[in-house]
């Protein structure tokens, strides 16, 4: 009887590990394991106490010589326990480290198929850049308007895909996000019959403050795939503070009036952005979205 009992107490006490300390629910553990030795120690006290209840079902194993003393009894329920809970506690600490290694092996598995898509994805930039410098020499003999626009493209590209490349930095200056954003306006207001209203109001250092690039692209984008700004009394706002150790940064722009759209129509852009910013910074930042009747509104502040 006594293998069963101890095979008992080590499952038990592992089963209380899982499902109580492995979902970090130490106070209802703790307690699971006091009600544990409760009823164990009951059990136990009836074996070796000749109960006449025990002895009825179980009298045939007990010696009849035996006189019960409690001081051995605590000792050998003390000991038997306590060995048998720190073994399931080894077990369960080494159940612990073989799932903290797969999950490793998992991510350097994952990591390396993300490597060996992007490298064979990988162009040349070299090789564009002649080819679009080419374009744009010839074009521009002709049509330097249309010129123009292609070399709008050209540094858009670039500035995508450097700020996209593995190993890129996670932020840059404000001043080349901005710049980036006017090309990008250049760009779509050269595709559009409607003229783009922007109200700029940018205060402090715009050189001493950094954001995720492309950060700012992806707002006024969503700005006029879903929203209005070719209004003159009702531009696209676009608000930057930079201070000693903030950034704030604020960009409103009026709904469609044929069809609002809601914050889930609008893809996995703010959604993206919102995940790069924990990334970049992860105890720093506020990012704010409101969808309102008239206007969609997005406010990030960064500490630095």
Known sequence: MSFPYFIGIFYATLSIFKRYFLKDKILLGCSAFLMFYVISGAFMYMATSSSPLFEEHFGEYLKESYRFNFREFLQTFLIMHGHFTMLAFLY?????????????????????????????????????????QNCIMEIRRGHPTTADQLNDLYRLMNYYTDAHAAGSRKTILISTEIESVKTYLRANQALSDVPYYIDWKITGNINRGSLPPTSMICLV??????????????????????GTSTIYLSIRNRKKRSSPSSISSRGSGLQNLRRRLQIAYPRGHRFLVRDESIYFKVKILIHY
Request: no cysteine; aromatic share 6%.
């Open 221 to 242: 984008e969503n700005a006029i795939k879903y929203g209005e700004i070719g209004d003159r009394n009702d531009p696209l706002k676009i608000q930057i503070e930079i």
């Open 92 to 132: 369960y600490q080494h159940e612990n480290e073989l799932r903290a290694i797969q999950k490793q092996l998992s991510e350097i598995r994952l990591r390396h198929d993300y490597e060996y898509s992007a490298l064979a994805q990988q162009i040349s930039p070299h090789m564009l850049t002649n080819l679009l």
